[in-house]
């Protein structure tokens, strides 16, 4: 769903009340997984929770292809590379399945992203920027923290420190002072960026 409403955005011209239409829709859309975490925390023991786990394996969520779509969509290549060490064999099977197909879609959308959208724009409103600056913080800060929490809540009960499904050191993986991702960097300011992880 919220692919589909970001494609929309970058494909097609619109007036800004449906930006503003569109971004209200993705906020909840993305507010509906950050929800969910709560049910998963509190509603599953341990056994039963990694019952559920091991169904993922070997992968992981925030690995799947539909976020690197997202993620082409919202913003520029610069925005989404990080310091990468040595490649686990879930990233090395998912690059050799999907690779070619993200490179065709990164090419296609270059210039035309979200964030590329928005610097455009020639008078961009306050309203849009609150909204634009909502779904970065929500999508890049608050789920994968949410994430985060859920999995140590788990992964570190009794004092167990388990490997993540999809085969990587999962708290660097998913907290956000490692990862840095921002959509629209131009909209925050520097002790933002610099504190990105603390962002509230």
């Known amino acids: 769903m919220i ?10 011209p619109y007036e800004e009340s449906v930006w503003l239409e569109k971004l209200e829709q993705l906020n909840r859309y993305t507010n509906m997984p950050i929800g969910s975490f709560d049910e998963m925390k509190y509603g599953m023991n341990y056994d039963y929770y990694n019952t559920f786990r091991s169904t993922l394996t070997p992968a992981s969520g925030f690995q799947s292809v539909t976020f690197r779509w997202i993620e082409i969509y ?19 099977q998912f690059e050799e399945k999907y690779l070619d197909r ?39 800060v ?8 859920t999995a140590q809540h ?28 921002k959509f629209f960097p131009t909209l925050w300011n520097n002790d933002v960026i610099t504190n990105w992880e603390n962002k509230q």
């Open 3 to 12: 692919v589909r409403e970001i494609k929309q955005l970058v494909y097609d």
């Open 74 to 92: 919202c913003t520029r290549l610069e925005n989404l590379v990080n310091e990468e060490g040595k490649k686990s064999l879930t990233l090395l």
């Open 102 to 140: 993200l490179i065709a879609m990164a090419n296609k959308t270059q210039g035309s992203t979200l964030e590329d959208k928005v610097l455009n724009m020639p008078n961009c409103s306050d309203t849009l920027r609150a909204k634009l600056k909502e779904f970065d913080h929500l999508y890049n």
């Open 142 to 149: 608050v789920w994968p923290l949410v994430h985060l929490e």
């Open 154 to 181: 788990y992964l570190d009960l009794k004092n167990k420190n388990k490997a993540a499904t999809g085969g990587n050191d999962w708290k660097k993986y998913l907290h956000t002072k490692f990862q840095q991702r």
